[in-house]
């Protein structure tokens, strides 16, 4: 019983260098995590622009790009047209990945005008 209770005090104690290197790494200094959100964008009734109302976040994406890549999701014509506005805001072309969504054509309200949850765009930085 001896020999048992000396052998697991040596090798407790031949494990705590281990766990004390353990706690340094985890608490040492490094780069901050990278936070990635969506951002749900809503596109007007023509796919040729971004709406002044989505321009806060599309500038927002594009100063991520620089740092890190982002994704857009949407329909191909809206998804393109975001894509073009975050190079003209300064983003890298190569740091942008589209991933189309298929989609049924845009289907019209009683109105006649386009449903918007059929224009949005997902961005993901």
């Known amino acids: ?11 407790g104690l031949s494990l705590l260098p ?7 790494l985890a608490s040492a200094p490094g780069n901050p995590p990278v ?3 969506d951002h749900l964008v809503f596109m007007g009734s023509t796919a040729d622009r971004v709406p002044q109302s989505a ?3 599309v500038r927002a994406a594009a100063d ?3 740092q890190s890549p ?3 999701e ?3 014509d809206y998804a393109n047209a975001v894509k073009q506005e975050l190079v003209r805001q300064g983003a890298p ?9 298929a989609a049924p054509p845009l289907a019209k309200a009683g109105d006649g005008l386009a449903i918007t949850t059929d224009r949005g765009v997902v961005l993901r930085f």
């Open 35 to 37: 936070v990635r959100s």
């Open 55 to 57: 321009m806060e976040t």
């Open 18 to 24: 281990l766990s004390a290197m353990a706690q340094n």
């Open 93 to 101: 072309a190569d740091s942008i990945s589209i991933r189309p969504v």
């Open 64 to 66: 991520a790009a620089k």
């Open 74 to 76: 949407g329909r191909a």
């Open 1 to 11: 019983m001896q020999k048992l209770s000396i052998a697991l005090v040596i090798g």
């Open 70 to 72: 982002v994704r857009i």
